[in-house]
């Protein structure tokens, strides 16, 4: 009897977990669009200089050689007066020579680049990145990802807004997506734009805290060297961990939604698992070990409050995983209607989801094409980041129990067509728990948990019929 209470109210708890979260998702960011439009601050608000004396920072490890070659000409392009380049690499000999070629090629036409080879990568990427502003004599600083390059409106903007005034530590732009070259990719730029609009626009017009972007932000150098010392070599998630203590300083951070930084997406499912991986952890490892600097800094009170929630943004889409997988589990066992025991919580779910959709479909469609691609890309879009909530959970729980994670790159260029380790395919066996749990709920005329039930295994499986070697290898 008693068993029998326990999974009947663990398969309600598994309803409300899948559905209250992802009702405060929809609602908030529908919200946040709706309140988010309108216009911007106008740029000629600011004295629109040109911009000068930058240095610019670019870490790679184990980057494809064209990337890197890519990224120093799209710099140099800029010509920014009195800029240098400065590549920290963490590779192997072998493609630090080759990495030194394409440094000097670019220094013999012109352009001031500079080499640093570390033989022992401590601190990986912030690391990197620490030694690279130590080096650095300029004062600004841009940190430049070897697959993003910024807009020279930005630079000039961001140059004139820190010139304006010392209360700003960095000015941060408008992440713009690069690339459209798979079904994937589209739809993680359909998804970029969105998030955008929604964590930087919207909040930002709002008067919120905007966290600087790994790439895509423009820094005060000595504010990063004196004040703050740098980055925090412990920390993965480098841009969110120096935007809380920026808080805490009481600087603050511009952003400019003018001027775009482009930025390449992952155009593979692997690519995008990996990268995901990180960010999950990287985000509530900096919400855990930066709380006080965010609680106990002197913004007002909805500030702070929502820059600490902030950092919380992948724990909807775990606690709804959970949810997913506690009901398909509990109906394996003890099939009944879960879902309908709670139908007016599905209705509230149906209504926001809906309400959702059509904010969400209305900021896709003026980015494609037609209705039909933005159907397309929402469907695909909501598909994969749907199948890689196992990986957000897995980051989230070694960032809940302390585990120390390494920065794994995301894979780029040729390394995302790279095929070698066997791995379980977690989205095969997902895919058929839910679709035996859903079955099980049919022949127990548990019809509307079994629709639930369907939709999921639908995700898993067309996840494994749409990339299925990434579903079979690492
Ligand atoms: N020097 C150095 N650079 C790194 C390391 N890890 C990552 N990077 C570089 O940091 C940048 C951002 O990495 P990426 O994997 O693209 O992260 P994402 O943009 O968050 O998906 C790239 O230019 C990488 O080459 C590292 O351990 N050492
Ligand atoms: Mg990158």
Redesign the pocket.
């Known amino acids: 009897m008693t068993l029998k209470i326990d999974l009947y109210t663990l398969g309600l708890v598994g309803v409300a977990l899948l559905f209250t979260p992802q009702v405060f998702v929809y609602l908030v960011y529908s919200l946040l669009v709706l309140m988010g439009r309108g216009k911007s601050r106008k740029l000629g608000e600011y004295a629109l200089k040109s911009a000068h004396d930058i240095s610019f920072i670019?870490?790679?490890?184990?980057?494809p050689l064209d990337y890197v070659e890519r990224a120093i000409k799209r710099i140099c392009e800029l010509r920014v007066p009195g800029q240098e380049i400065i590549v920290?690499?963490?590779d192997d000999p072998v493609m630090k020579n080759e990495i030194l070629e394409v440094v000097s090629r670019a220094q013999s036409s012109g352009c001031n680049v500079w080499f640093i080879w570390?033989s022992v990568?401590r601190g990986?990427?912030t690391?990197?990145v620490n030694v690279g502003l130590f080096a650095s004599r300029n004062p600004y600083v841009y940190i430049v990802?070897?697959?993003?390059y910024p807009e020279r409106c930005f630079i000039d903007l961001a140059v004139s807004i820190l010139e304006s005034s010392s209360e700003y530590a960095c000015v941060v732009g408008r992440w713009e997506p690069l690339n459209y070259e798979s079904g994937l990719s589209e739809a993680l730029a359909a998804g970029l734009k969105y998030m955008t609009t929604i964590l930087y626009r919207a909040r930002s017009r709002l008067g919120l805290y905007t966290y600087p972007l790994?790439?895509g932000t423009l820094f005060n150098s000595s504010v990063l060297k004196n004040t703050l010392g740098g980055w925090d070599e412990r920390r993965v998630q480098d841009d969110m961990e120096i935007g809380a203590r920026i808080m805490h300083s009481g600087l603050r951070v511009a952003y400019i939604d003018d001027c775009a930084i482009y930025?390449e997406n992952?155009s593979s499912y692997r690519a995008f698992r990996v990268?995901q991986y990180?960010?999950a952890y990287g985000a509530l490892d900096t919400a855990i070990s930066r709380a006080k600097q965010i609680l106990c800094s002197k913004y007002p009170l909805i500030v702070r409050l929502d820059a600490f929630f902030y950092l919380l943004q992948y724990t909807p889409q775990v606690l709804a995983f959970i949810g997913g997988f506690l009901l398909a589990t509990v109906t394996l066992i003890k099939p009944l209607d879960y879902v309908l025991v709670a139908f007016p919580l599905l209705v509230v779910y149906a209504g926001s989801m809906l309400l959702h959709s059509l904010v969400l479909y209305r900021e896709t469609l003026s980015a494609t094409q037609s209705t039909w691609d933005a159907v397309t890309q929402m469907g695909r879009l909501a598909a994969v980041t749907s199948a890689i909530s196992l990986y957000t959970l897995l980051g989230t729980l070694r960032a809940l129990f302390r585990i120390k994670t390494e920065?794994k790159?995301?894979p780029?260029g040729v390394h995302q067509r790279l095929y070698s380790q066997l791995r379980v395919p977690w989205e095969l066996l997902l895919g058929l728990v839910f679709l035996a749990s859903s079955a099980i709920a049919v022949l127990s005329k548990a019809y509307i948990t079994a629709i639930v039930l369907l939709l999921h295994a639908a995700t898993y499986l067309y996840i494994l019929a749409r990339y299925p070697r990434d579903v079979f290898y690492k």
Request: glycine fraction near 6%.
């Open positions: 670019l870490p790679v490890r184990n980057e920290v690499s963490d570390r990568p990986a990427r690391g990197a990802d070897v697959d993003t790994g790439t930025v992952p990268q990180r960010w920065y790159r995301t780029k």
